[in-house]
């Protein structure tokens, strides 16, 4: 809870840096800000406790998740005074909101109870519309952003209505008493009612098939910062978010519902990774492949309260390769009016160490070896095949394979050119310590996995 009251602080604090005219200390206040956060929070990882009656817990799952998200928000920020160069004025304004936003995003996984889940809920999307219109002289932009609100308000409303169901065969919004209460009691069929409702909403937030067909629009239309900050801490957000309520609201539910998870799992993955390889702009790429990658973390809820350590790895390691990526998406399609696969061409003599990063992040999400997408994709498997879903890791296995045909088309891209486009481009320094310390994580990650795994116990 100190960390949602230090993160809020940190925020009201932007926004009076920009009154008394310190524009150019936000950034920087707010980087220090958020790796002392970081650091309590790492520090109180053990603690387990809960707040004003159970609104608000504290557990592993939720802390790690918690910390997951500042870890992200400070590489994102670190981002932002290039980025923004061209509306510096209002730096502030961005930052708060990505701040408010990260507040949403803990709210969301840390919940005890149903109505702290939708503020979370509401404080993460109502910023995320707003970020998504920033570039408002570009008419993708806004489109994307009006595109979002329209399909986001009414996954809330759905979630919602959702909520109202639960609450109606429970009399309760308490998640723990709404697990004992389903789990010892005959419940009426609105409990499944308001269960699939609310499950349909998140699939939204996770862009999961068949809800995912806005996602490619507005990450291409938003801003690029904008696209990497949904396309990583939203959707780690959304799957834990997803994740942890299951666990608490699938009790009382038949079997059928996790097959019905298992189906939407594999469709996932495959429709993300197939409409991926028609992609000749590289942020509908990173969406679709955003898209199949929610497929396979939606594989933890076939293991509920089992999967929490495989599916945080997993998540981390998707998260940091994601935001190498679009670091070098933000440095490359700079000045330019589209983003292109064609415009990193040659980026293998123009900026080797650009290449290097985006090609670590790429074979990371593609699972290969020695990179820390490799193993979160293997305990997954591993643990699915444990608990007899054997059809879903053969889809696994078969989509991992599919989607590191398209990576290496990328990589390829980058290493072939002609001599005349091989111009070297200059690239900021905090892109380069950004893209840089990402794909290290990653490979720490990949060689010592036991660093994340046994923080849960």
């Known amino acids: 809870m100190n960390t949602l009251i230090a993160i809020g602080v940190l925020a009201v604090l932007v926004l009076v840096l920009e009154i008394i005219n310190l524009r150019k ?102 910023t995320l519309y707003i970020l998504c219109g920033t570039d408002r002289k570009n008419i993708k932009s806004n489109e994307a952003s009006m595109k979002y609100f329209l399909l986001g308000s009414f996954a809330s409303g759905v979630v919602l209505f959702g909520i109202a169901l639960v609450y109606g065969a429970t009399a309760s919004f308490d998640i723990a008493t709404i697990k004992e209460i389903s789990t010892t009691t005959s419940l009426p069929i609105w409990y499944a009612l308001g269960v699939t409702m609310i499950i349909i909403g998140m699939l939204f937030k996770v862009a999961a098939v068949p809800f995912h067909f806005w996602a490619p ?12 900050l949904m396309s990583t801490l939203v959707k780690v957000a959304a799957v834990a978010t997803l994740y942890r309520i299951s666990i608490f609201l699938f009790g009382g539910l038949p079997g059928v519902f996790i097959n019905v998870i298992v189906v939407v799992a594999i469709l996932t993955m495959t429709v993300g990774n197939i409409m991926a390889i028609r992609q000749d702009n590289m942020k509908r790429l990173l969406a679709y492949s955003g898209i199949s990658h929610a497929g396979f973390m939606l594989m933890a809820l076939t293991a509920l309260g089992s999967a929490s350590a495989n599916l945080f790895y997993y998540a981390s390691a998707y998260a940091v390769a994601g935001i190498a990526a679009f670091t070098v998406l933000i440095a490359v399609t700079k000045n330019k009016d589209n983003e292109l696969i064609s415009n990193f061409k040659g980026l293998g ?71 005349e486009e091989t111009a070297s481009i200059e690239v900021p320094l905090a892109y380069k310590i950004v893209g840089v310390t990402a794909v290290a994580i990653n490979i720490i990650m990949g060689l010592c996995p036991s660093i994340l795994l046994n923080l849960f116990n």
């Open 25 to 126: 200390v936000v950034i920087p206040v707010t980087l220090l800000g958020l790796l002392g956060i970081l650091g309590y929070t790492v520090c109180n990882i053990d603690v387990i406790q809960a707040y004003y009656n159970n609104m608000f817990v504290s557990t592993k799952f939720t802390t790690a998740f918690s910390a997951l998200f500042i870890a992200l928000t400070i590489f994102l920020v670190a981002l932002s005074k290039d980025f923004y160069k061209t509306e510096f004025s209002k730096i502030s304004d961005y930052i708060s909101l990505k701040l408010f936003l990260l507040m949403g995003a803990i709210c969301m996984v840390s919940f005890g109870n149903m109505a702290m889940f939708f503020l979370g809920l509401e404080i993460l999307s109502i």
């Open 217 to 228: 629009d507005v990450y291409q239309g938003a801003p690029s910062l904008t696209t990497a």
């Open 349 to 419: 003599k123009k900026n080797p160490l650009l290449a290097l990063v985006l090609s670590i992040a790429l074979l990371s999400m593609g699972g290969i070896p020695i990179f820390a997408g490799f193993f979160g994709k293997f305990f997954l498997f591993q643990q699915a095949i444990s608990n007899g879903f054997i059809a879903l890791v053969i889809f696994g296995v078969i989509n991992s394979f599919i989607s590191i045909y398209y990576y290496l088309k990328v990589i390829v891209t980058m290493y072939t050119a002609t001599e």
